[in-house]
C-alpha cells in the first residue's frame, strides 16, 4: 500500500493541474501520518495480544476501522486523482496545438498582401508609387529641406495617397469578405442539397425494404397456403379413390404424381422413365410415334413445323382404342376418323395457347393418355424437331428453344433417347447426333432408328452406307440398339394398320435386307416397340427401388419428428382437428346461457352504457349547464340538452353499445383450449363472421327511446333512501371523473419530485412546459369561487409574459388554454364533489334553504337521479332482448361451422400449424409407400409370369 502511494506522490505532481497536485500533495501527506498513526497502533495490538481477550478483542476491532478509515480517506482519493491526471495528460497530447494570436494576425496579413497584389492594376500602382515616393526622398536630400510651402504641399499630397490606398486596401477587404461569404453561401447550399439527397436516398432505400419484405411475407404466405392446398387436396383423393384393377404403369405414374405434388421440390418429369423422340425436322419422328401408338393422333403438315411443344403420351393395353388429354374429361374414339381430327385440333390448340407472344415454341408439356389391344405400356415424348434455318415470319431465337428443350429432356438420366434418322439424307448434314452423344456418351440408353429405309432403296441409295449407319460407323454417336423402320406409304391419308402392312412386305422383298443390310430382330416399327418397351421396363425397375429407399428414409424422418415434437399424442387429420374444434365452440356457446346471471348482464350493460355517453353527461350537460351559477338556470338548460339528446343520439348510442357487448362476451367463450394453436384461425374466423353477420334490429331504438324519453321526465325524489342512491350515483361517477383529471394532470406535468428520486424517472421538455404553465394557473384559479370556463385574452397574455420573463419559455395561447380546461375541470369536481356531500343531509329542503360550494341549491342531485334511473331502465329492457340475440349468434356459428366441415379448401387455410401439416405428411408417404409395395409386387409377378414362358418355351 505504501508503494503505491509513494509512486503516485512521484507521478501526481507531473501529470495533474496546480490546484489538483496541491491537494494530492496534501492528501499524501496525511497518509504518511496515518501511515505512522497505524504502525503505532499494531503496536499497541501487540503489547494488548497479552492484555485480556475483552482488551485484545476491542484493540482489534479499532484497528479494522482505522484501516477501513485510511483506506477510504487516503488511498481511494489517491488512486482516483492518478487516473485523473493520467486522462487530462493524454487527453492534452491528443489535442492539437493551437496557433498563438501573434501567429494568426501574422497569417491574416500575409494573406491580405497577396491578395491585395492579386488585384488588377494594384500591383503596377503601389509600384509606381514607390518609385515616386524614392525620387521625391532623393530629390529632398539633394535639396536640403525646402521652403515651408514645398513641404506642406507634400504632406497635403503624402496624406492623399495614404487616403487612396487605405480606400483601396478597404474596398479589397469588402471584396475578400463578399467572396468569403458567397463561399460559405455556397458551401452551406451544397451541403443542404447533399443533405436532401441522402435523406431521400435513405427513404427511397426503406420504402424499397418494407416494399421488398412485404412482397416476400406475401410470397411466404401464399406458398404456404399453396402447400397446404396441395396436401389437402391429396388426402381427399386418397380417400375418395375408387379401386379397381390397375396397371403397373398407371401406378407408378401415380406414385411419382403424388411425390411431386407433396414435396415441390420433387420434380416428376426428372424421376419418371421415358422415352424421349429426338430428330431433325421432317425427319418422320412423328411418322414412328403414329405406328407405335397405332392412331394418328399427333398434328401433322407437308413440310411444315407442326410439333410446337412437348407431347407426353402414356401409352397402356386396354380392351378399346381410346385416347384422352390429362386434366379433360372427354375420351375419344381412336377407331373413328371424326373423333381423331377432333382431338388432333385439340391437341393443335392447346400448343398453339401455350406459347408465349412473339415465339414458335412452347416449354410447356401437354400429356396425353392412350389405351389400346396390344399397346406397349410406356411413357413417350415427342418434341419438335431440330431445325437447321429460320423461315420468314419465325422467331429468332426458335432453334435455339428446341435445342434447349431437347438437352433438358435427354439429359434426364432416366430417358431413354429415341433418335431419329432419315435414310435418305447425308449423316453430315444431321445436327442431331451431336446433341445425342453430348448427353449420352456411352449410348447405354440411346436407341437409333433409321427412317424411310424404303425411299433410300428406291434411290438406290449404297447398302454398305446403310449398314455402316445401322452398325454406328457413320454418325457421332453410339447407341444400344440400331433400327431400321418403314413409317408411310405414297399416299399420307393411309391407314396405320395399312402402314403396317407394306412396311412388312417391304422387309420381306427388300434387296437390301436379302443382303444383310438390315437383321431380322432389327428391323420394323413391331420390333423397335418391343426393344423400346423392354428398355423403358428396365430403367423403371432400376428407378423404383431409389424411389422406394426416398420414400422410407423421408417417412422415418417425419415419424421421428412428430414423436420428438407430439409425444404421446396421437395422430390426427385435418378432418379430426376440425370436428374437434368445431364440437369445442359449440359446447362453449350453448353455455354461454349460463355464464352470468340477470343481474350481472345488467350491471355489465349499466357500466358500458355510462362509459358510452360518461363524456357528454360530465363535460357538456353538467358542467355547461352549471355555469349559470344560478338553480333555476340550470334546471332550464338541464330539460333542454336532455329533450335533444333523447331525441338524437341517446337511442342508438344505448343500443350499439348492448351489441358491443353482447359480441365482446359471446368472444370469450370462443376461445377455446388449443395449446399448438391449430385452431387459431379458425377461431378468428368464426369471431369474424359473428361480428359481421349479426345485426340488432333497427326498431329496437324507438323503444328504447321511449323508454328513455319517460324515465328521464321524472324529476321528482319521493324518499330519503331514493335521495341517498341519487347523491351516491353522484358522487361516484364525480370520483371516477375526478381521478381520471387528476392522471391526465400527471400525464401533463409529469411524475412528481419523489418519483423523480424514488423510481429514477424525470421530466420532458413538454412537461416541464406544462408544468410551469399550471403553476401560473392555479393562482387564477384559487382566486375565484366560481372561476370561468375560458380565460380572457388578456389573461391568456399576461400568463404568456409572466412564463417568458420567470422561465424563459415562449408557450402558445393553444397550450395555456389546453392547461386552464383541465385544472378548470379539476376545480369545478372538488366543488361538485363537496357540494353533494352536503346535500346528503338536505332532502326535502327547498333550493334556496342549501348553500353549497357549486351554487346550485342541490339542483344537480335531479340530474344524477334523472340520468341514474334512465341508465337502469335501459340496461334492464337491453338485457332482455340480449337474450333472444344470442340464441341468434348460437345458430349463426352453428351454421358457419356447417358449412366449412364441407370446404376441404376452407378447412386447409383454417385448419393449420405443424401437427396438422406433419400429420398429413406422413398419411401422404405411408399412401406412397404402400403404392410402391404394390407396384414391386406386380413387376414381381410379370416377371414371374416371364420367367415362367420363356422356361416353357421349345429350344
Not at 389 to 402: L, V
Request: aromatic share 6%; proline share 4%.
Amino acid at each position: 500500500m505504501s508503494l503505491l502511494v509513494r509512486a503516485s506522490a512521484r507521478v501526481l505532481p507531473q501529470r495533474l493541474p496546480a490546484p489538483l497536485s496541491r491537494s494530492t500533495a496534501r492528501f499524501i501527506a496525511g497518509h504518511h501520518q496515518t501511515t505512522l498513526l497505524r504502525q503505532r497502533m499494531q503496536e499497541q495490538l501487540l503489547f494488548h495480544t497479552r492484555q485480556p481477550p475483552r482488551r485484545y478483542a476491542a484493540s482489534t476491532a479499532a484497528g479494522s476501522m482505522v484501516g477501513i478509515l485510511l483506506r477510504r480517506l487516503v488511498l481511494y482519493p489517491t488512486v482516483v486523482l492518478t487516473a485523473i491526471g493520467t486522462g487530462l495528460e493524454k487527453a492534452k497530447e491528443s489535442v492539437p496545438e493551437l496557433p498563438t494570436f501573434g501567429k494568426l494576425f501574422s497569417w491574416v496579413g500575409d494573406q491580405y498582401e497577396a491578395l491585395r497584389k492579386s488585384l488588377p492594376g494594384e500591383k503596377s500602382t503601389a509600384d509606381a508609387e514607390g518609385k515616386d515616393k524614392a525620387k521625391k526622398d532623393d530629390k529632398g536630400r539633394v535639396a536640403g529641406s525646402g521652403d515651408g510651402d514645398d513641404s506642406d504641399d507634400d504632406d497635403d499630397e503624402k496624406k492623399s495617397k495614404k487616403d487612396a490606398d487605405d480606400e483601396k486596401a478597404r474596398s479589397a477587404k469588402e471584396q475578400l469578405e463578399k467572396l468569403a461569404a458567397e463561399h460559405d453561401e455556397l458551401l452551406a447550399k451544397i451541403a443542404e442539397l447533399t443533405a436532401a439527397l441522402e435523406t431521400e436516398k435513405e427513404n427511397q432505400a426503406a420504402a424499397t425494404l418494407a416494399e421488398t419484405s412485404k412482397l416476400q411475407e406475401e410470397i411466404d404466405r401464399l406458398s404456404e397456403e399453396n402447400q397446404e392446398l396441395r396436401r389437402v387436396m391429396i388426402v381427399d383423393e386418397l380417400r375418395n379413390v375408387k379401386q379397381g384393377p390397375r396397371r403397373a404403369i398407371d401406378i407408378f405414374s401415380d406414385i411419382l404424381d403424388l411425390r411431386s405434388r407433396h414435396d415441390s421440390a420433387f420434380q416428376a418429369h426428372d424421376h419418371l422413365p421415358r422415352v424421349v423422340v429426338v430428330g431433325d425436322q421432317s425427319s418422320g419422328k412423328t411418322s414412328v410415334l403414329e405406328v407405335i401408338v397405332r392412331a394418328r393422333v399427333f398434328p401433322r403438315g407437308l413440310g411444315e413445323m407442326m410439333t410446337r411443344a412437348p407431347i407426353q403420351v402414356t401409352l397402356s393395353e386396354g380392351s378399346e382404342h381410346t385416347g384422352q388429354i390429362k386434366g379433360e374429361d372427354r375420351v375419344y374414339n381412336l377407331k373413328n376418323e371424326p373423333d381423331l381430327q377432333v382431338l388432333r385440333r385439340r391437341i393443335e390448340q392447346l400448343m398453339m395457347e401455350s406459347i408465349a407472344p412473339g415465339e414458335a415454341v412452347s416449354m410447356k408439356t401437354l400429356a396425353l393418355d392412350i389405351r389400346g389391344p396390344g399397346l406397349q405400356p410406356m411413357v413417350l415424348v415427342d418434341l419438335p424437331g431440330i431445325i437447321q434455318h429460320h423461315t420468314q415470319g419465325m422467331a429468332s431465337n426458335t432453334k435455339d428453344n428446341i435445342l434447349t428443350m431437347c438437352r433438358k429432356h435427354i439429359e434426364n438420366p432416366n430417358s431413354i433417347i429415341l433418335c431419329i434418322q432419315d435414310s435418305s439424307r447425308d449423316p453430315e448434314g444431321s445436327s442431331v447426333a451431336d446433341l445425342v452423344h453430348r448427353a449420352d456418351p456411352a449410348g447405354d440408353r440411346t436407341i437409333f432408328v433409321l427412317t424411310k429405309v424404303d425411299l433410300a432403296e428406291k434411290l438406290k441409295l449404297p447398302g454398305g452406307k446403310l449398314k455402316a449407319i445401322l452398325k454406328g460407323q457413320k454418325f457421332n454417336m453410339k447407341a444400344k440398339a440400331y433400327f431400321a423402320v418403314v413409317t408411310g406409304t405414297a399416299n399420307p391419308n393411309d391407314s396405320i394398320a395399312k402402314i403396317r402392312k407394306s412396311e412388312r412386305e417391304f422387309f420381306e422383298r427388300s434387296a437390301l435386307a436379302k443382303e444383310g443390310v438390315f437383321t431380322a430382330r432389327r428391323m420394323g416399327v413391331d420390333n423397335l416397340a418391343r426393344s423400346i418397351s423392354d428398355a423403358f421396363w428396365e430403367r423403371v425397375r432400376e428407378t423404383v427401388a431409389v424411389e422406394a429407399k426416398e420414400v422410407a428414409t423421408s417417412l422415418k424422418k417425419k415419424e421421428n419428428e412428430w414423436k420428438n415434437t407430439f409425444p404421446g399424442h396421437h395422430r390426427q387429420s385435418r378432418d379430426d382437428l376440425f370436428n374437434v374444434g368445431r364440437h369445442q365452440i359449440l359446447a362453449n356457446v350453448s353455455k354461454f346461457n349460463d355464464n352470468m346471471t340477470a343481474s350481472q348482464w345488467e350491471e355489465v350493460l349499466r357500466c358500458r352504457i355510462w362509459e358510452g355517453f360518461r363524456s357528454y353527461v360530465l363535460d357538456s350537460l353538467y358542467m355547461e349547464s352549471a355555469e349559470a351559477n344560478d338553480p333555476a338556470s340550470f334546471k332550464t338548460n338541464v330539460e333542454n340538452m336532455l329533450d335533444a339528446w333523447v331525441g338524437s343520439e341517446l337511442p342508438h348510442l344505448s343500443v350499439e353499445v348492448a351489441r358491443s357487448t353482447l359480441l365482446m362476451e359471446f368472444m370469450k367463450v370462443l376461445d377455446i383450449e388449443d395449446e399448438d394453436q391449430t385452431l387459431d384461425k379458425l377461431k378468428s374466423s368464426v369471431k369474424v363472421v359473428a361480428a359481421s353477420k349479426f345485426q340488432w334490429d333497427p326498431a329496437s331504438a324507438q323503444r328504447v327511446q321511449s323508454v328513455q324519453r319517460l324515465m328521464l321526465r321524472d324529476d321528482v325524489v319521493k324518499t330519503p333512501r331514493d335521495w341517498d342512491t341519487a347523491v351516491m350515483f353522484m358522487m361516484s361517477k364525480l370520483s371516477e371523473e375526478f381521478q381520471t383529471t387528476q392522471e391526465k394532470i400527471g400525464e401533463m406535468v409529469g411524475p412528481s419530485s419523489w418519483t423523480q428520486w424514488t423510481r429514477w424517472q424525470s421530466k420532458s421538455a413538454e412537461q416541464k412546459m406544462r408544468a410551469a404553465v399550471c403553476n401560473e394557473l392555479v393562482p387564477l384559479l384559487s382566486s375565484s369561487a366560481s372561476p370561468p370556463s375560458e380565460l380572457q385574452q388578456e389573461e391568456i397574455r399576461a400568463i404568456q409574459h409572466n412564463l417568458k420573463h420567470k422561465n424563459g419559455l415562449e408557450v402558445s395561447a393553444d397550450k395555456v388554454e389546453e392547461c386552464y380546461k383541465v385544472l378548470h375541470k379539476q376545480a369545478f369536481l372538488v366543488r361538485s364533489i363537496k357540494s353533494a356531500s352536503i346535500c346528503q343531509q338536505r332532502f326535502g329542503k327547498h333550493e334556496s334553504e342549501n348553500d353549497v360550494p357549486n351554487q346550485l341549491g342541490c339542483s344537480d342531485v335531479l340530474l344524477f337521479w334523472r340520468v341514474h334511473n334512465m341508465l337502469t331502465a335501459t340496461a334492464n329492457m337491453l338485457r332482455l332482448e340480449t337474450m333472444d340475440y344470442k340464441r341468434e349468434l348460437e345458430e349463426e356459428v352453428r351454421t358457419y361451422l356447417n358449412d366449412i366441415a364441407n370446404d376441404s379448401e376452407a378447412k386447409a387455410t383454417l385448419i393449420t400449424g405443424k401437427k396438422v401439416s406433419l400429420a398429413e405428411d406422413i398419411e401422404v408417404l405411408r399412401h406412397i409407400q404402400s403404392k410402391l409395395d404394390t407396384f414391386v409386387k406386380m413387376l414381381r409377378k410379370e416377371k414371374e409370369g416371364e420367367t415362367a414362358q420363356a422356361s416353357g418355351r421349345p429350344e
